[in-house]
């Protein structure tokens, strides 16, 4: 964790930030017990996503958005408190990512949990299980089309079939979201002797199952550059 974030978490009184107390005591608990890990990229990934916990929720503290008192940082009857389970699952998660650039996301996931009193573990999880599944582009991707309405995606029709390499496999990652149920319209099969209209970047549409990724993992705030690369990668331009 970086010397910031550790301050907030086992020194609370000199740091220049807060977090609910609870929070930090999850975060502490998970830290102290992965600690011990003997692959020193994989403790890299671990505090990495601990430390964009802190700084996430820090600046949720700061606008006013409490951490949840419903049970969440409880102990249950058998079994430790959620926030416990899915610190120990978003830190296993980040230690499991090679793409080491959705580590931060995960950290935002843990913290945006925290304050949300509609997600219950099961969903949060639900939440993680995509975020493992989705490669960087694809993220970048989702984060496109769910800022669609401040930043419009081009107009220009995808290929179904482009010749290029990258733009073959940029393609197959929007097919891929479509096939999970994170992006509207759902792929159409070609018929036979049937002109289709040609699926343009402006018509995709989070589902629900996409604005759970996408508020989970906070994807308003990935880098711009992302979602402009993966654009690029379609052969598209940014409108």
Known sequence: MCRAAATVVFEPSAAM????????TCLRTVADETSSSSVPR???RAGAALAFAVEYAATLHRNGRRARSDGWFDARTGGRPPAAELAEAVVAAARRSTEERRV?????????????????????GRALRFAESLSWRQLALLAGVGRRERVPLPMAPLEDEPRAWT???AREDVADLQRAGLLDPPPVAARPAATLPRLRAADLRLTRRGVLVHRLLVLDLLHEDAVTAALADLGLPRS
């Open 42 to 44: 994989e403790r890299v």
């Open 167 to 169: 733009a073959w496999g």
């Open 17 to 24: 930030v807060q977090v609910d107390d609870r929070f930090a």
């Open 104 to 124: 931060r996301h995960l950290g935002y996931l843990l913290a945006e949990a925290a304050v949300s009193p509609d997600v219950d573990l099961e969903l949060a």
